[in-house]
């Protein structure tokens, strides 16, 4: 198991741009698929986007589609989501998540797939 810490969350206007990290513990980050949810007051927790261990391959959910990207940076123990055109629909208290994976090119895109979870950090997006 890795260890997960999120950050970068705050306030931005509708149309900015954050960009979240989440740094993980441990030396064998580059064997762990990694992925991004969200989950707004009242609703539940939600895919936003995907990457596998080797960072070749991603997955977005539609809904960020064309606005947000994820990076990883497996020097670092670091995984990235560059959210940009930022909408109120995009508010949420967003998770880092984390799975070990076999196959370096394979993603996961279904919460409880993941097994590492960090605490999560607030996007709030004003109209």
């Known amino acids: 198991q890795v260890q997960l810490v999120e950050s970068g969350g705050g306030l931005v206007q509708a149309g900015g741009s954050l960009r979240l990290s989440c740094a993980a513990s441990?030396?064998?980050?580059?064997?762990?698929?990694m992925g991004w949810f969200r989950q707004a007051p009242g609703k539940e927790r939600e895919f936003v986007v995907a990457i596998s261990s080797s960072g070749r391959r991603t997955y977005y959910a539609d809904s960020v589609k064309g606005r947000f990207t994820i990076s990883r940076d497996n020097a670092k123990n670091t995984v990235y989501l560059q959210m940009n055109s930022l909408k109120p629909e995009d508010m949420a208290v967003y998770y880092c998540a984390a799975r070990f994976s076999i196959y370096s090119e394979d993603y996961y895109k279904a919460a409880g797939d993941y097994g590492s979870w960090g605490q999560g950090t607030q996007v709030t997006v004003s109209s």
């Open positions: 441990g030396r064998t980050f580059s064997r762990y698929a």
